[in-house]
C-alpha cells in the first residue's frame, strides 16, 4: 500500500497541493463517527459530487485542477476531512474536503 501525506505549499505560495493516493479496500470503509463538511458546512456523503473552490496543483504531476472542475462519486475515507475521488485527468487523488463544495 503506498500513500503520502498531504503537503503544504511554502510560505508565500498561493497555490495547494494535493497528492496521489492509490485507494484500497482498507481506506474504503467509512467510520460512523466522523462527520465530512464541505467548505460550506454542508455535510457530504459517499457517492456525492463535489466543485472545487480553488485551483489546485496536484503534486508529483504537472496537473493543475481548475476552480469550477466538477468531481463525481466522492468516497470518504477514516481520516477527517480527506476525501478520495478521480478526475478526468488525475486518478486515485485525495482532496482535503475544505477546498469542495456539494455540487
Do not use: W
Not at 503506498?2 to 510560505?11: I, K, N, T, V
Not at 476552480?67 to 463525481?72: A, E, F, N, P, Q
Not at 477514516?78 to 476525501?83: A, F, K, L, Q
Amino acid at each position: 500500500m503506498e500513500h503520502r501525506q498531504l503537503a503544504r505549499p511554502p510560505r508565500g505560495h498561493g497555490q495547494h497541493y494535493l497528492t496521489r493516493h492509490l485507494a484500497t479496500k482498507e481506506h474504503s470503509h467509512i467510520m460512523s463517527d466522523i462527520t465530512f463538511k464541505d467548505s460550506n458546512g454542508t455535510v457530504l456523503e459517499e457517492g456525492d459530487s463535489v466543485t472545487l473552490t480553488k485551483d489546485l496543483k496536484v503534486k508529483g504531476t504537472s496537473e493543475t485542477l481548475k476552480r469550477g472542475t466538477l468531481v463525481k462519486n466522492i468516497r470518504l475515507t477514516s481520516r477527517p476531512g480527506e476525501i478520495e475521488c478521480n478526475t478526468k485527468k488525475v486518478k486515485g487523488l485525495v482532496l482535503k474536503s475544505e477546498f469542495v463544495k456539494k455540487a
